[in-house]
């Protein structure tokens, strides 16, 4: 019989967090799974921290060559048996509850294409540093076209509903949100408000090394899934609050057009641009004290 989840996960020369991140899946109080762990020609002790292992759901997948990240993801995808499909990188730790709440999660929301949870980020030591809290109910169905809106490692995916559905192999950057985009074209999408992943945060990471290149690739995805090529770079870093540059009067017409791409009432976004207004006077203040 089919396993009703399907982990997957890719690793390339991740021999530092390697074990941490398989303990945390074989330890989950939710059992019925198959573990895809693909190793994407990993040169470092990877393979053999891996054969350690003699849990039979553990399967293997190894791949000739470096294909990257997104090619080794849609090679698990189409393994993949589950009713659901786990993603969990290889630094990263799943705690114990994590399978269990997210599959009583999708269970009880059948319309839900893909769901996560909420995280702590950790240090190499695994120190926590920070928390990532994502947009939950009405909050993420009026938010879901910010960067992130569902923590990809932390990610469960329906399998009937992704269907022929694959990241994106011509994105170097950002493909979760692209595929987020995508399902959600059809289906809804969910989070777990608990922090059931520690997201690991170091130097090596691509969160870390590339955020600037992280954060162009989502305005590329934004603009061409919403069609809003009349909205800059500028702009797009102030609707998503990282950046007090724009004028809140630009920012409000930036914000119409998109309320209108998403068809999204209007309102329901003006408390975000009241409060973008008050940082930016604030901003604008500090910066003729300072002069």
Same mark, same amino acid.
């Given at each position: 019989?089919?396993?009703?989840?399907?982990?997957?996960?890719? $690793?390339?020369?991740?021999?530092?967090?390697?074990?941490?991140?398989?303990?945390?899946?074989?330890?989950?109080?939710?059992?019925?799974? *198959?573990?895809?762990?693909?190793?994407?020609?990993?040169?470092?002790?990877?393979?053999?921290? &891996? =054969?350690?292992?003699?849990?039979?759901?553990?399967?293997?997948?190894? =791949?000739?060559?470096?294909?990257?990240?997104?090619?080794? @993801?849609?090679?698990?995808?189409?393994?993949?048996?589950?009713? /659901? &499909?786990?993603?969990?990188?290889?630094?990263?730790?799943?705690?114990?509850?994590? #399978?269990?709440?997210?599959?009583?999660?999708?269970?009880? =929301?059948?319309?839900?294409?893909?769901?996560?949870?909420?995280?702590?980020?950790?240090?190499?030591?695994?120190?926590?540093?920070?928390?990532?809290?994502?947009?939950?109910?009405?909050?993420? *169905?009026? *938010? /879901?076209?910010?960067?992130?809106?569902?923590?990809?490692?932390?990610? $469960?995916?329906?399998?009937?509903?992704?269907?022929?559905?694959?990241?994106?192999?011509?994105?170097?950057?950002?493909?979760?949100?692209?595929?987020?985009?995508?399902?959600?074209?059809?289906?809804?999408?969910?989070?777990?408000?608990?922090?059931?992943?520690?997201?690991?945060?170091?130097?090596?990471?691509?969160?870390?090394?590339?955020? *600037?290149?992280? #954060?162009?690739?989502?305005?590329?995805?934004?603009?061409?899934?919403?069609?809003?090529?009349?909205?800059?770079?500028?702009?797009?870093?102030? @609707?998503?609050?990282?950046?007090?540059?724009?004028?809140? %009067?630009?920012? $409000?017409?930036?914000?119409?057009?998109?309320?209108?791409?998403?068809?999204?009432?209007?309102?329901? /976004?003006?408390?975000?641009?009241?409060?973008?207004?008050?940082?930016?006077?604030? =901003?604008?203040? %500090?910066?003729?004290?300072?002069?």
């Amino acid at each position: 019989m089919s396993p009703r989840v399907s982990v997957l996960m890719a $690793v390339h020369n991740a021999e530092k967090y390697l074990p941490e991140a398989i303990n945390s899946i074989l330890s989950q109080t939710f059992t019925d799974f *198959e573990f895809l762990i693909v190793d994407d020609g990993s040169t470092d002790r990877s393979p053999e921290i &891996i =054969n350690r292992y003699r849990d039979p759901r553990i399967k293997v997948v190894r =791949n000739p060559d470096n294909l990257g990240l997104t090619r080794s @993801l849609n090679r698990g995808l189409d393994l993949a048996g589950g009713e /659901y &499909i786990a993603r969990m990188d290889s630094d990263d730790i799943s705690l114990p509850e994590r #399978l269990a709440r997210q599959v009583a999660y999708m269970d009880a =929301n059948p319309r839900v294409g893909a769901c996560g949870t909420w995280a702590k980020d950790v240090d190499s030591q695994g120190a926590v540093i920070g928390v990532r809290e994502t947009p939950v109910g009405t909050d993420l *169905e009026r *938010e /879901y076209w910010r960067p992130s809106p569902l923590i990809h490692p932390s990610a $469960v995916i329906r399998r009937g509903h992704l269907g022929p559905l694959r990241y994106d192999e011509r994105l170097r950057y950002a493909q979760d949100f692209d595929l987020w985009f995508r399902i959600r074209g059809e289906h809804k999408l969910g989070n777990v408000a608990s922090h059931l992943l520690l997201y690991r945060v170091h130097p090596e990471s691509i969160t870390f090394a590339k955020r *600037e290149d992280q #954060l162009r690739a989502t305005y590329d995805i934004f603009r061409e899934r919403l069609g809003l090529d009349e909205i800059d770079f500028d702009e797009y870093e102030a @609707l998503i609050n990282g950046s007090v540059k724009l004028s809140p %009067l630009r920012r $409000v017409r930036a914000m119409r057009k998109l309320a209108r791409a998403i068809r999204q009432p209007y309102r329901v /976004y003006l408390r975000d641009d009241i409060s973008y207004a008050r940082r930016w006077l604030k =901003n604008l203040m %500090l910066r003729k004290l300072s002069k």
